[in-house]
């Protein structure tokens, strides 16, 4: 009612052109959303993460969705990663530059539920595009502090359970999932 209102923002990525910008109601959500303005400003922020492409088949053609996710540690459980995706036959490629903190080889870990793919600085280093699930596969490179490097990672669903993650170590940096801020998304 008019006792009670709220102003809400939100960033998000708009691409150059036309963007379509919309909201949804969620079962149990009650009242009236009005959308009064919009304002579009360049952020003075940088945006961390990788660009993400979402298909809803298993051999990346057939894309859904775009986003820039901040890193890639995901369990879908039985479903998908949206509603317009269905679940059990889906893939998706992230896409981006990451940036070392420590000189030396990096060990990178992916584990999935199913098949992936890792190439770093345009070599692949892990491929297994395969139905096993749960399994962790590795594979290294030599990377410098404080450069960038193109990275993609892929992945697909089939039947059953859905996640994926990306880890990395080295002798200077302990496993861990890849943290949002040392992606930058493609552009």
Do not use: C
């Amino acid at each position: 009612n008019w006792d009670v209102w709220m102003l809400q923002g939100e960033n998000v990525q708009l691409k150059a052109g036309k963007n379509e910008i919309s909201y949804r109601f969620e079962d149990g959500d009650a009242g009236e959303v009005i959308l009064d303005s919009a304002a579009v400003a360049k952020s003075s922020n940088p945006i961390h993460g990788l660009s993400a492409t979402y298909f809803n088949n298993r051999d990346l053609t057939e894309p859904r969705q775009t986003r820039v996710d901040p890193e890639l540690s995901f369990d879908w459980g039985n479903g998908s990663p949206d509603p317009l995706i269905e679940p059990d036959t889906f893939s998706a490629r992230w896409t981006g530059f990451i940036e070392p903190l420590h000189s030396g080889t990096y060990t990178f870990h992916s584990k999935s539920d199913n098949g992936r793919r890792l190439w770093v600085n345009d070599k692949l280093i892990i491929d297994k595009w395969l139905d096993d699930y749960d399994q962790t596969y590795s594979g290294t490179i030599d990377l410098e502090a404080g450069k960038k490097y193109p990275i993609k990672y892929e992945y697909y669903e089939e039947n059953g359970g859905a996640n994926t993650r990306l880890q990395w170590s080295s002798d200077k940096q302990p496993l861990e999932t890849i943290p949002s801020f040392r992606f930058t998304p493609a552009k």
